[in-house]
């Protein structure tokens, strides 16, 4: 069973950064795909950013340039880097996670595990 834990979210005003980070517990780092999910208010919860056991980066084409993700295995931390922050980016940020072998999903609804969740406001 795999814990969850984000951290690092906060208001800035457009144009800024943030890093997000996700504190992983309680599983095993072979076969599984890690990611970012966002959700505003009245939207349905999107996937941002995923890497795959493989190593293999995946990203929304909304934030291709602006946002990487990035892990550290030794730390069994991962992280979100975003840059060039637009008002379409405020929501609340989750990281989740399923066991998985070749691929990672953009599907939340595939996802098994997920952190409680941490909100990024940018504002102009």
């Known amino acids: 069973h795999v814990q969850l834990v984000e951290s690092g979210g906060g208001s800035v005003q457009a144009g800024g950064s943030l890093r997000l980070s996700c504190s992983a517990s309680g599983g095993t780092a072979s076969g599984l795909c890690i990611g970012w999910f966002r959700q505003a208010p009245e939207k349905e919860r999107e996937a941002v950013a995923r890497?795959?056991?493989?190593?293999?980066?995946y990203y929304a084409d909304s934030v291709k340039g602006r946002f990487t993700i990035s892990q550290d295995n030794a730390k069994n931390t991962l992280y979100l880097q975003m840059n060039s922050l637009n008002l379409e980016d405020s929501a609340t940020y989750y990281c989740?996670?399923?066991?998985?072998?070749?691929?990672?999903?953009?599907?939340?609804?595939?996802?098994?595990?997920w952190g409680q969740g941490t909100q990024v406001t940018v504002s102009s």
């Open positions: 989740a996670a399923v066991s998985r072998i070749g691929g990672c999903p953009s599907a939340y609804r595939l996802y098994l595990y």
């Open positions: 890497i795959g056991s493989s190593g293999l980066t």
